[in-house]
């Protein structure tokens, strides 16, 4: 997805913790988006970067380093609803389009 | 529910024929964007507009094309459909021209066979 990396899937067990990375290309950057994505249906909205450091939202966290192109997605307290796939997404110069990486499958087990 | 709606919610056809899907934004959004999503490709971005104009243009087939109309609605047109444009077509729309989030509606399976 346009130089933007992220692994293909991941799992872990319900009530832990995983950390979903992504890495960009850095020109042009703009903002760093993710979003949740369950099979078929819409992506939604979960977190936006700008500057670097950790935005904390519930039991979601984000975090960026800008000069390091990464960006990684903290899932706390794990549930089995959280079973999706994670969109790491880039903002390309000033015209709002996503760039979208191939999103992480994360299967999340009893 | 986002806002964003699109029709129909899934489209079957055959080969070389044409059909359009339709979005319809949030309220208030200016912004429309379309995004192809196969299970190889992930969501690729395809158009954007604003206020009626074209703003970005990303991997776009000849064969497909776009409009954004007065009421801020939008079409995606697909013309001499091959069995590769089976896909999920989603629409987004954001309320000014960039930089925030964007609200996706629920797609369209569009299934070419």
């Known amino acids: 997805g346009q130089n933007i990396d992220q692994p293909t899937e991941m799992t872990a067990t319900e009530g832990a913790i995983v950390q979903i990375n992504c890495t960009y290309q850095?020109?042009?950057?703009?903002?760093l988006f993710w979003y949740q994505q369950h099979a078929g249906e819409a992506p939604t909205f979960l977190s936006y970067n700008v500057l670097d450091g950790l935005e904390e939202k519930g039991r979601f966290s984000s975090f960026l380093s800008r000069s390091k192109g990464y960006s990684y997605l903290l899932l706390k307290e794990l549930q089995m609803k959280d079973s999706a796939s994670y969109l790491c997404a880039r903002l390309s110069g000033n015209t709002g389009k996503l760039i979208f990486g191939q999103g992480t499958t994360l299967q999340v087990k009893p | 529910d986002s806002g964003v709606t699109q029709t129909p919610k899934h489209l079957i056809t055959a080969t070389g024929q044409r059909v359009t899907l339709r979005c319809s934004p949030r309220?208030?959004?200016?912004?429309v964007y379309w995004y192809q999503q196969s299970l190889d490709q992930g969501l690729q971005f395809l158009i954007q507009?604003?206020?009626?104009?074209?703003?970005a243009k990303g991997n776009i087939l000849e064969r497909f094309s776009a409009q954004q109309f007065p009421d801020l609605h939008s079409e995606l047109n697909l013309s001499s459909l091959e069995l590769g444009d089976s896909a999920l077509y989603f629409c987004?729309?954001?309320?000014?021209?960039?930089?925030?989030?964007?609200?996706f509606g629920s797609g369209t399976q569009l299934s070419v066979l």
């Open positions: 850095t020109s042009g950057f703009n903002g």
């Open positions: 309220s208030g959004d200016l912004s």
């Open positions: 507009y604003y206020n009626g104009e074209e703003r």
């Open positions: 987004a729309s954001s309320a000014t021209r960039g930089g925030e989030k964007l609200f």
